[in-house]
């Protein structure tokens, strides 16, 4: 009797096919294992140089990969996952002491950088600190300071009088206040322009802002453009403040960086 193959498409086998679990799956592993092989490069990096480093992170990063594909595929096909399990922990120890290495190092490197950078600035703070003082001290830098002092008393009333909601303008009080920002500057502002009284406000607070650049510029010009001592002293109080506020933000803020605490060292001396 003879026997014919049996056509029948049930009894074929099927091949496997990629399900939605298999790509999530392969998706994880893969991102975890390169990152686990950049950690890995990180905190070997910290001991040995970079070729050794890269070389022992790129073997077990791969490592790993193939490794948890193994252990998925045995238990797929019900073999002992044993061996497989054994191989993923030798990777995964030496995966685990680098990231410890790694993340010890960095926060040790970054306590030390953070200590000296705050010393740094207690160092700063005293030295600028003394020398500002000095500097208020000198004749020339205590008149233009009593002199700004005064400027921005009067600044400040002119622009409330001119922007007054109830009386805008440059009425009686507003001149007076212009008048006594000329004896204080000294020099006779140019003339500006000034709105009429039935104008908008927004007129007059545009016409406050002009004139209030306009008097800030003849201050400068007189106090801090000029080439005599007091324009070198105001020049040279205005940059130790401008370095303490930004020196302060990064101690502040915990902004540790090793070049600003050279830097720091750096225009203390330069100052001094």
Not at 14 to 22: A, G, I, M, N, R
Not at 152 to 179: C, F, S, V, W
């Amino acid at each position: 009797m003879l026997n014919f193959p049996d056509n029948n498409s049930d009894l074929t086998p099927e091949k496997p096919s990629l399900t939605l679990f298999d790509a999530i799956f392969s998706l994880i592993t893969i991102l975890a294992s390169t990152f686990s092989g950049y950690t890995t490069y990180l905190g070997f990096s910290y001991d040995f140089p970079i070729i050794p480093s890269l070389i022992m992170a790129i073997i077990i990063g791969c490592g790993l990969l193939l490794v948890n594909f193994r252990i998925r595929e045995d238990r797929i096909k019900g073999n002992s996952i044993v061996s497989a399990f054994i191989a993923f922990s030798i990777f995964f120890v030496f995966s685990f002491i680098s990231n410890t290495n790694a993340i010890y190092t960095y926060f040790l490197s970054r306590d030390i950088v953070g200590e000296t950078q705050v010393a740094a600035w207690h160092t700063f703070d005293i030295g600028t600190t003394k020398l500002l003082g000095a500097l208020n001290q000198h004749n020339a830098s205590s008149k233009a300071t009593q002199t700004k002092k005064a400027l921005d008393l009067e600044r400040t009333n002119l622009q409330r009088q001119i922007t007054d909601p109830e009386n805008p303008g440059m009425g009686r009080k507003a001149r007076a206040h212009l008048q006594q920002i000329e004896t204080i500057l000294d020099v006779q502002l140019t003339e500006l322009q000034a709105p009429g009284f039935s104008e908008p406000l927004a007129k007059h607070q545009e016409y406050a802002d002009t004139l209030d650049k306009l008097i800030l510029k003849t201050y400068n010009d007189k106090f801090k453009k000029d080439g005599g001592h007091s324009g070198n002293i105001l020049r040279l109080i205005d940059k130790i403040k401008k370095l303490r506020r930004y020196y302060e933000d990064k101690v502040y803020t915990k902004k540790y960086f090793s070049d600003t605490t050279d830097l720091m060292y750096s225009d203390l001396k330069s100052l001094t």
